[in-house]
């Protein structure tokens, strides 16, 4: 999915170094003073209120800031609507010449590292990013969790674990398949058998809980369960949610390990599936009909079901197609609502259909 950037500016300067950033960066708004009306492009847009107003508007409605003005204006603006680093926005600042692309807040997980150095590739410029995993070349344990898809279980037991890789001590990773991210060297990858104790911090990656390992350990939770979901007609999102709590319990699966919902294209417009998703945070995906008839015999099979829509199950032909692996748990069923869990979930494929 495009990121969506916030293009600030003030003054004329500002406002030609914006065009040219816009023209070139993909899902990005350019905002300008209100005094360069007259020259405003349709699809630009004029700043109405102070700064400080139009901030809080952005921070809820942007995924990256770029403010091109002084830095202390920018701080002045944002100071009081940041809340902690896992939610708030990318905030960078440019200079009015275009020299220098600085990542301000929320250089990880808000991205605002990486939008830093490619907004600096677009305009020739050069990225200031002050992070200290990025500088000396370590690796924080937000931006490990941000390249494997995976939640944080506590974020100050993030930042003591980073902390050490910062400072050049040996961090055990744990994991139940293999890294595919480079790793700087004193990251080493353990096995189930080996004693994290010999080094000074532990990162643990699990979709349950590790259990005591370490006593300096950060707990990281992939994301990459799919909850198969067919209930009754005009089903509430509550119940719904319910059901897919209960299942992922069942399962000893933490909830945060859900990567999203999956469903028959039948169900597009049920509000309560609708409304599920954005209650627990993910996509909500659908699969084509003629897509579960091609897995007839792989799954528990309705004839009640069958009569009704043509096929003869939901939630694990669901689970399986938008997983795009086998079952980790069955059907469960109960006050209107089936759930099936599958793993390995991929952004595209199967036919599936996006309904964020």
């Known amino acids: 999915m ?28 350019l905002y300008l003073n209100r005094s360069f009306a007259a020259t405003a492009a349709p699809n630009e847009r004029l700043i109405e209120g102070s700064l400080a107003e139009l901030a809080a508007d952005l921070f809820a409605r942007y995924d990256s800031l770029v403010w091109i003005m002084a830095s202390g204006i920018v701080v002045r603006g944002i100071a009081p609507l940041l809340r902690n680093k896992a939610s708030d926005p990318a905030v960078l600042v440019i200079d009015e010449r275009g020299r220098f692309v600085v990542s301000l807040v929320s250089g990880h997980l808000g991205r605002a590292n990486d939008d830093a150095r490619k907004i600096a590739a677009l305009l020739g410029a050069e990225p200031v990013i002050t992070t200290a995993s990025d500088v000396t070349g370590r690796l924080a344990v937000d931006t490990l969790a941000m390249r494997l898809d995976c939640a944080i279980d506590d974020p100050e037991a993030a930042k003591r674990v980073t902390a050490e890789i910062v400072n050049g001590a040996r961090v055990a990773l744990s994991a139940p398949w293999p890294v595919d991210a480079p790793l700087p060297d004193n990251i080493q990858p353990i096995g189930a058998r080996d004693d994290p104790g010999e080094y000074d911090g532990l990162i643990a990656i699990s979709e349950t809980p590790p259990g005591y390992r370490h006593d300096n350990q950060a707990w990281l939770i992939p994301r990459r369960v799919v909850a198969g979901v067919g209930c009754k007609r005009g089903k509430g999102a509550a119940d719904i949610v319910r059901a897919i709590r209960a299942a992922m319990n069942d399962a000893a699966i933490d909830i945060r390990a859900l990567s999203r919902i999956a469903s028959v294209d039948l169900k597009a417009d049920e509000a309560g599936l609708i409304e599920a998703a954005q209650s627990l945070g993910v996509p909500l995906r659908f699969v084509g009909r003629d897509a579960i008839a091609r897995l007839d015999g792989r799954y528990q099979a309705s004839d009640f079901v069958r009569s009704a829509i043509g096929v003869a199950g939901v939630c694990e032909p669901a689970a399986m197609l938008c997983g795009g692996g086998p079952l980790i748990a069955g059907k469960r069923a109960g006050n209107g609502v089936t759930v099936a869990l599958a793993r390995r979930p991929e952004e595209s494929g199967h036919g599936a259909e996006n309904h964020d």
């Open 2 to 29: 495009t990121r969506r950037h916030a293009i600030v500016t003030l003054t004329r300067g500002a406002l030609a170094l914006g065009r040219r950033l816009s023209a070139r960066l993909p899902g990005s708004d």
